[in-house]
């Protein structure tokens, strides 16, 4: 039989039995047992695909099952394996094969298996490996590519420069993209696809650049002796700057430019360049085809002209860069008539047979090739000779006058003058003046003093002859400043400065005169007291100074007058406020020259001084009640005795402007000080004629009184006096009165909408008869004897201010009492809704005669409750309220003391519920997923409206509570709001919700730009938008850098790094909680350039040089490249050293030496020169004296082996003087100006025009013998 309806997997026992015929007798049973066959396994999937792995998952099958067997076979390998859960992630798979994935269940007997599941896919290609640019062109790129491990069926190239994406496939790895922009960068992307043309691997993406076209029409456009500018025409295409290259054959250079111009400076002057122009794409090494142009620089400018001589000039000058053929020189005197020219290779020339103390011109013309340029004209001047002896004719304290002969052989010079020195014998400072004749005045000298002198002969351009010399003294100077000053009765002080310039060996002769007799004294002090003379009586005085007899100063003169005697009996006898008169006894011997000085002082300050004849003065004018010190001396001719003083007060003056004013219990009393000083002040109050206070001994600087505890409305009179010493003086009495009480609080006894009637109490403790009532409204103020007012013709609902003051005596009035109140006001107008909620309803009104003061009270009820509340505005918000119901809502309007207009009514409805739980889920760039939960007490009638803004206007209404938005922007934050609308169309409150869309993935680049400080991060900016990106930089020795940038950026700069390191970028774009990373890319900084160069050793074959290692490079990896160029070519050289020798050099050559730095990814820095650094030349051969007379010899020598036509050569010799050199071309030389049957040595090195000197070559010889017969 077959058992059917049976579980999948399960194990069953099957028990079978025989039956008799009477169906109930049975024989032994037989069991055996099975299980069934489990189900197929459900929904076979693989996810999670990789190069080297997959993800495989099912759904179980109906039934029961032990385990599952999973099989997987490529085709040539087989593996599997048992699992129990419903996943298995295979691994070890081979990049891009086609697999057969195969799962069974299997039973719990470990062997009864369900049919078979299976399922084909592909492993991901795997990563593509480096690329290489073939070959660049300017319309293609050719490129290969290894191929990743595993299996690839094909590749798809994808490549695009900023526009359209290009697309094609291969088979091959490799492929020529053509048809392209000349000088443009490119985009190339490889992707591996596998056999099912859907499965692709990571893509591969690169950059490389098509060539640039060839620039057009160079042409130099100018030349200088330093200079070449050039310009050119733009090529086709696209490139992004120009390298300009220069060489005159043995030195070149390069600059990079991004104009279509270029002055290429610091050039070699007479040097033939040739320029060279490329254009270079943005990658900045992809060049194009160069163009060349060649030009000559013109040669320098002679100039450093110089020569000296007396009957001739030996002229040299100096050629301050470049090279030239030869010079030719002129000189010449338009006065003279005199003009000759010589042509020579070197940079000296001799002028023989001149006429001394004149003016020759000398132009020097540098050729080169078909170029010259000649040397601004220089004047030079031959010497003149010495003047006669020099002669004193006239001689001062201060100067001296000199006389000379007119120097020899120089009558008719033109131009000559005299420089006269002078400076004393004991001091070392020297001055000096010129004179155009032979005579001068030495002036401003010291006194006293030897002074030594010379005169020199000037000629053109201040050329000097030798001096002619003379010593000779100036006089002495006169005593300055000289004074003479009483000392006693009996004596007189003279006293002076020293003369200018004095010296210590100076005397002082001091004569003293009276009328009848003279007296004579020396010192060598400055000052002398002369004694025994008589009182009064006046001294001439003069003093000399004096060297030694016969050397002396001019007579100084002076004269004062001994001592008078003083007065006695200093007296005051008469005083008043403005006036004080003195007397005294006049003296023993008293003179009728004597006169008296009398002086006034307060508080030590002297005020008044004056003179007189007569034994009695007075003082005027003097401030009142001051006290004063008076001072009297005897005077004769200004000379003043000793003083007698004595002191005394003037009476003082009344005091002014006296005020009193009083309030209701208390009178203050003021007043303006008395002119002049005061010692104290004593103030008096009275009522009805009798003294009621005082106030005594007040001091000078109080000028207020008050009195208190007085009698409210009552007049009374102060009067204020002063003191001074014993004298007082009293001022006018004056009379005020205390203010009245004011009255009591006002209250209102009725009140209308247009009037208000109030009233008061009367004041206390007032006499009825002496105040009345001054009331102030906004209607006026109006006096009145009654204690009520009716105020009428107001405005309903505002408040009116009343003020009241009792008025007394004088009309003062009292403090105000001031009362406040309100008409009634006018109903509100127009009374509607202004917003409608689920639970609030907000009314706005209208109010008649609106004041700011007004409140309204609202009241609201739906029939069954009531509320109310009061508020200030003319709208209100009510809330609490339940959704769709309807509402009475009443407003009465009320001013700020409780008055009340009429209520007015209105009727409204409540608005719905809004959503709830509205989210909003962002499933890409361009969708957002919303979903919410329906409004309390929903509505089968509810719609939802869904506005979309802030990422493109959306408006949509749907009946379902959720939605999908679509085409939206990237990288925007949208808002959405959804709204229920009921079924008459009134609608809930939006629930309103934000979310970002996803940002797009930015491809960036990155670029050292030769800095070696600083990498460049750049980005085009992707579609829709990026709130704010972040760029990393990781470099290889230093910390990840991270900077925030805003969305408007599309670059940032990253500085302050270190030279010649390799650093990785990467771009991170931010909208939101959402980021999108682009991938990493690699550049370098430039490395730092070495340090100056500095030669240690030269040879004739080789030049030995160090140069300060790149600064901040620990770490990086770098070498240094070293060139050395001369006509002949250069060499290059690499070394991780500071130092380096150039070996096999040619003797006499000058090299131009270079040097950089060469860091990671072959970045060169700036480059550091040396230039013209040249080579010992080889030494003179077969140096030997060719003749010898009696003060000459001539020597001859032979060129070196390496002669070049810059070479010079140095000859040496020992002269009666020392050393002596000459420079000459020629390979022969004659010594002059030698001793007869003298030895001499001399030697001749070779110099280069840079003035390297080879070693010397020597010899001797001896002059000849002069024989007397």
């Known amino acids: 039989m077959t058992i059917s309806n049976l579980t999948a997997g399960v194990q069953y026992k099957i028990n079978v039995t025989a039956v008799a015929d009477d169906n109930h007798t049975d024989g032994q049973s037989t069991a055996v047992t099975q299980y069934t066959k489990p189900e197929v396994v459900c929904n076979l999937s693989v996810t999670n695909i990789t190069t080297s792995s997959v993800y495989v998952m099912w759904t179980e099958p109906k039934g029961n099952r032990s385990f599952y067997r999973v099989h997987w076979t490529s085709g040539s390998t087989n593996r599997r394996d048992s699992v129990t859960e419903t996943k298995l992630i295979i691994t070890e798979l081979t990049a891009g094969v086609n697999y057969s994935f195969t799962v069974i269940a299997v039973a719990g007997d470990n062997q009864t298996e369900s049919e078979m599941a299976q399922i084909f896919h592909h492993t991901r290609p795997g990563i593509i490996g480096n690329h290489h640019i073939v070959s660049q062109n300017t319309s293609s790129i050719s490129v290969n590519w290894t191929s990743p491990p595993g299996e690839v069926f094909m590749y798809r190239l994808e490549w695009h420069n900023g526009g359209v994406l290009m697309t094609r496939y291969t088979n091959d790895t490799f492929a020529v993209l053509s048809e392209l922009i000349s000088g443009t960068k490119y985009t190339i992307t490889v992707i591996a696809v596998a056999g099912d043309n859907e499965t692709e691997g990571d893509p591969y993406t690169f950059t490389s650049f098509t060539r640039p076209e060839l620039v057009r029409n160079l042409t130099v456009t100018n030349v200088t002796t330093s200079s070449v500018s050039v310009d050119w025409s733009e090529p086709e295409g696209n490139s992004s700057f120009y390298r300009v290259q220069w060489t005159d054959g043995q030195f070149n250079d390069t600059v990079d430019v991004s104009e279509t111009s270029m002055t290429i400076s610091n050039l070699t002057a007479g040097v033939q360049y040739e320029v060279i122009v490329t254009a270079v794409a943005d990658d900045n090494h992809t060049d194009g085809q160069s163009t060349a142009v060649t030009q000559y620089t013109r040669p320098a400018k002679p100039g450093g002209i110089t020569g000296q001589g007396t009957n001739s000039l030996s002229v040299s000058w100096t050629l301050p860069k470049g090279e030239v053929d030869h010079y030719v020189v002129t000189i010449s005197n338009t006065i003279l008539n005199y003009s000759i020219t010589n042509i020579t290779e070197a940079t000296t020339a001799n002028f023989t047979d001149l006429y001394p103390g004149r003016i020759y011109d000398i132009r020097v013309t540098a050729v080169a090739g078909n170029l010259n340029n000649t040397s601004d004209q220089a004047s030079l001047a031959t010497s003149p000779t010495p003047p006669g002896s020099i002669i004193i004719s006239d001689r001062t ?97 003279v006293e002076w400065s020293y003369p200018l310039g004095a010296q210590s060996y100076y005397i002082y002769l001091i004569t003293t005169y009276s009328t009848n007799a003279s007296q004579t004294c020396l010192t060598s002090n400055n000052s002398k007291d002369i004694v025994g003379l008589k009182p009064g009586t006046r001294y001439n005085i003069s003093v000399i100074t004096r060297i030694e007899p016969g050397i002396e100063s001019t007579e100084e003169q002076t004269f004062n007058y001994t001592l008078p005697k003083a007065v006695t009996n200093l007296t005051v006898s008469e005083v008043n406020t403005t006036a004080i008169r003195l007397t005294w006894v006049k003296q023993s011997d008293f ?39 008076f001072y009297v001396f005897t005077v004769v001719e200004g000379v003043k005795s000793t003083r007698e003083n004595t002191s005394s007060y003037t009476r003082p003056e009344a005091v002014s402007n006296i005020i009193a004013i009083g309030n209701t219990t208390t009178m203050s009393v003021s007043w303006t000080p008395a002119v002049g000083a005061v010692v104290s002040y004593t103030v008096l109050l009275y009522r009805d004629g009798q003294l009621v206070g005082n106030s005594t001994v007040l001091s000078n600087t109080t000028v207020t009184k008050v009195f208190q505890r007085l009698i409210p409305g009552v007049l009374y009179c102060v009067e204020v006096f002063t003191t001074s010493g014993s004298f007082e003086s009293y001022s006018q009495r004056i009379c005020n009165a205390t203010l009245p009480n004011p009255p009591g609080p006002i209250t209102v006894v009725s009140q209308t909408v247009k009037s208000i ?199 949509k209404t749907i009946a379902e509570n959720r939605a999908q938005i679509s085409a939206l922007t990237p990288g925007t934050e949208c808002t959405f709001c959804v709204s229920v609308r009921a079924a008459n169309g009134i609608e809930g409150e939006a629930e309103c919700t934000s979310q970002y869309t996803k940002p797009e993935t930015v491809q960036p680049s990155i670029s050292s730009r030769g800095s070696n400080s600083s990498i460049l991060v750049s980005w085009p900016k992707p579609s829709g938008k990026v709130e704010y990106y972040k760029v990393y930089l990781n470099g290889t020795s230093s910390a990840i850098e991270e900077k925030e940038l805003n969305s408007t950026s599309t670059s940032f700069l990253f500085e302050s790094l270190s030279a010649g390191r390799l650093y990785t970028a990467r771009v991170i774009s931010y909208s939101g909680p959402f980021n999108a990373s682009s991938g990493s890319i690699t550049n370098a900084t430039f490395p730092n350039p070495p340090g100056s160069i500095e030669v240690l050793t030269k040879t004739t074959s080789s030049i030995e040089i160090r140069w300060e290692e790149a600064p901040l490079m620990t770490g990086a990896s770098f070498v240094y490249k070293l060139t050395d160029t001369q006509s002949q070519g250069g060499r290059i050289f690499t070394t991780n050293t500071t130092s380096h020798t150039f070996a096999s050099l040619l003797s006499g050559f000058s090299y131009n030496i270079s040097i950089v730095t060469v860091g990671v990814m072959g970045f060169e820095s700036e480059r550091v020169h040396i230039y013209f650094v040249t080579t010992r030349p080889l030494s003179v051969e077969s140096l030997v004296p060719r003749k010898a007379e009696e003060n000459n010899i001539t020597v001859t020598w032979k060129e070196p082996a390496d002669y070049k036509g810059g070479y010079r050569y140095n000859l040496t010799w020992q002269g009666r003087d020392g050393p002596i050199s000459n420079i000459t071309s020629k390979t022969e030389y004659t010594i002059y100006n030698l001793d007869p049957g003298s030895l001499y040595s001399y030697n001749v090195t070779t110099e280069t025009s840079d003035g390297t000197q080879s070693a010397p070559t020597s010899n001797s010889s001896c002059t000849s013998m002069i024989i007397r017969v």
């Open 757 to 955: 009637n109030f009233t008061w109490p009367v004041p206390e403790g007032m006499d009825h008869n002496k105040y009345n009532f001054s009331v102030s409204t906004v209607n006026g103020s109006y006096l009145t004897e009654n204690n009520w007012f009716l105020l009428d013709n107001l405005e309903s609902g505002s408040p009116y201010n009343i003020s009241v003051v009792t008025v007394g005596i004088y009309g003062y009035e009292s403090t105000a009492v001031t009362a406040q109140n309100y008409t009634r006001p006018y109903p509100v107008t127009s009374l509607r809704e202004e917003e409608i909620t689920t639970n609030s309803v907000t009314l706005v009104w209208e109010q008649m005669q609106s004041k700011s003061h007004y409140s309204y009270e609202v009241q609201f009820t739906n029939g069954s409750f009531s509320s109310s509340k009061v508020v200030l505005n003319t709208t209100d918000k009510i809330i609490g309220l339940s959704s769709g119901s309807s509402y009475n809502f009443t407003v009465t309007t009320q001013t700020a003391d409780g008055t009340r207009a009429s209520p007015v009514t209105v009727s409204y409805y409540t608005r719905p519920h809004r959503i709830r739980l509205l989210k909003a889920e962002t499933l890409n760039t361009t969708t957002v997923n919303l979903t919410w939960e329906v409004p309390l007490e929903d509505k089968s009638e509810y719609k939802y409206r869904i506005q979309t803004s802030g990422c493109g206007s959306q408006n």
């Open 591 to 629: 003179k009728t020259s004597y006169s008296y000085l009398v002086i006034a002082l307060q508080d030590a300050i002297e005020v008044q001084k004056n003179q007189t004849e007569t034994e009695t003065y007075t003082f005027f004018h003097l401030t009142p009640g001051e006290l004063y010190t």
């Open 397 to 493: 304290n201060s100067s001296l006058l000199l006389k000379w002969a007119i120097p020899v052989l120089m009558e008719g010079a033109p131009d000559i003058s005299y420089y006269i020195t002078y400076h004393q014998s004991e001091r070392s400072e020297l001055q000096n003046k010129t004179s155009t004749v032979n005579s001068t005045e030495l002036s401003l000298l010291f006194s006293g003093i030897r002074y030594n002198i010379t005169v020199e002969t000037v000629g053109p351009q201040n050329l000097r002859s030798t001096a002619v010399n003379y010593s000779t003294f100036t006089l002495p100077n006169p005593v300055l400043n000289i004074a003479a000053h009483p000392k006693s009765t009996t004596s007189i002080r």
